[in-house]
């Protein structure tokens, strides 16, 4: 299945959620000055405008960057929300809120010298937005490859990986009920070939419930260190419908970042709203 496209959802809170995980665990790797490989299994593209027909459409950046966006002056003084804010504003138009970064983006712009960035997009219109965009710094266009394809099944070809250290984002749309089972199975596989790589794995939080047996059979992989957070933004009724929580598991968690993340997780929830909430524990410990 082909159909999804994320310019639709760009920015909403679950954007927030999963980027600055991202955006927080690639800062942690890089104090460090030995290589790095960052892996996007799932692109999308680099950057969505807020005025495009899809973004307009259903406008769910209102209730996620936007409402952070407004506050940013008061959230400056929390450093990870501070920083966070800070390298999107260098995407802005002054005091204008013109654009959403995509994880391309949120990796990308922080690639060094010495670091390298594959980007896997399988739909072909999001991948010709995708090479259209520019995510690296004009000197490291040479340290980006984008491959049109399957990202899972890339991402286990493409290891182990020439840099001693590897970061990789797993992002599927979880269209398909079967992907909730084939990320773990992608993990399975990776993992055997590079076990110290830092990965970060992104699901919604839907009525069906359909992530329990993904976090069930990563509970019995093997796998050991799965960091689990889960934001709400709204308790789950019987009438809830679509997406209503965002979760992200983080495979061998850099020191401290658990404590830097909720710390600012709890500072943006009450932008996000009075009923919204976070959890966070070890899915599996050492």
Same mark, same amino acid.
């Given at each position: 299945?082909? #159909?999804?496209?994320?310019?639709?959802?760009?920015?909403?809170?679950?954007?927030?959620?999963? *980027?600055?995980?991202?955006?927080?665990?690639? &800062?942690?790797?890089?104090?460090?000055?030995?290589?790095?490989?960052?892996?996007?299994?799932?692109?999308?593209?680099?950057?969505?405008?807020?005025?495009?027909?899809?973004?307009?459409? +259903?406008?769910?950046?209102?209730? /996620?960057?936007? $409402?952070?966006?407004?506050?940013?002056?008061? @959230?400056?003084?929390?450093?990870?929300?501070?920083?966070?804010? &800070?390298?999107?504003?260098?995407?802005?138009?002054?005091?204008? +809120?013109?654009?959403?970064?995509? #994880?391309?983006?949120?990796?990308?712009?922080?690639? $060094?010298?010495?670091?390298?960035?594959?980007?896997? &997009? @399988?739909?072909?219109?999001?991948?010709?937005?995708?090479?259209?965009?520019?995510?690296?710094? =004009?000197?490291? %266009?040479?340290?980006?490859?984008?491959? *049109?394809?399957? /990202?899972?099944?890339?991402?286990?070809?493409?290891?182990?990986?020439?840099?001693?250290?590897?970061?990789?984002?797993?992002?599927?749309?979880? &269209?398909?009920?079967?992907?909730?089972?084939?990320?773990?199975?992608?993990?399975?596989?990776?993992?055997?070939?590079?076990?110290?790589?830092?990965?970060?794995?992104?699901?919604? @939080?839907? =009525?069906?419930?359909?992530?329990?047996?993904?976090?069930?059979?990563?509970?019995? !992989?093997?796998?050991?260190?799965?960091?689990? !957070?889960?934001?709400? $933004? %709204?308790?789950?009724?019987?009438?809830?419908? /679509?997406?209503?929580?965002?979760?992200?598991?983080?495979?061998?968690?850099?020191?401290?970042?658990?404590?830097? +993340? %909720?710390?600012?997780?709890?500072?943006?929830?009450?932008?996000? /709203?009075?009923?919204?909430?976070?959890?966070? #524990?070890? @899915?599996?410990? %050492?």
């Amino acid at each position: 299945m082909l #159909s999804y496209q994320h310019a639709y959802h760009a920015g909403n809170f679950a954007d927030v959620h999963k *980027h600055l995980c991202t955006y927080a665990a690639a &800062e942690h790797l890089l104090r460090k000055k030995s290589p790095i490989t960052f892996i996007d299994t799932h692109a999308g593209r680099g950057s969505y405008p807020l005025t495009a027909r899809e973004t307009e459409q +259903l406008q769910e950046y209102r209730d /996620g960057v936007e $409402r952070l966006w407004k506050e940013r002056r008061q @959230l400056q003084d929390q450093p990870l929300l501070g920083q966070w804010l &800070e390298a999107l504003g260098a995407l802005q138009e002054g005091e204008r +809120l013109v654009c959403y970064p995509g #994880s391309p983006w949120w990796l990308g712009s922080r690639v $060094r010298d010495q670091d390298r960035l594959t980007l896997f &997009e @399988l739909h072909p219109g999001e991948h010709r937005h995708l090479a259209e965009q520019s995510v690296v710094a =004009p000197e490291h %266009e040479g340290k980006l490859r984008r491959v *049109h394809g399957d /990202g899972l099944e890339g991402l286990v070809k493409a290891l182990p990986v020439a840099t001693p250290r590897l970061c990789v984002l797993i992002d599927p749309s979880f &269209e398909r009920k079967d992907e909730y089972l084939e990320v773990v199975e992608t993990l399975r596989q990776a993992m055997r070939k590079a076990r110290h790589a830092v990965v970060l794995v992104w699901y919604p @939080l839907l =009525p069906a419930g359909r992530h329990r047996a993904m976090l069930e059979a990563l509970g019995g !992989s093997g796998i050991r260190k799965i960091w689990r !957070s889960e934001v709400c $933004r %709204e308790p789950p009724t019987h009438a809830t419908h /679509g997406m209503y929580g965002s979760g992200m598991l983080v495979i061998n968690l850099p020191w401290g970042l658990d404590q830097a +993340l %909720e710390a600012a997780i709890q500072r943006w929830l009450p932008v996000l /709203g009075a009923q919204s909430s976070h959890r966070s #524990s070890w @899915l599996v410990e %050492e």
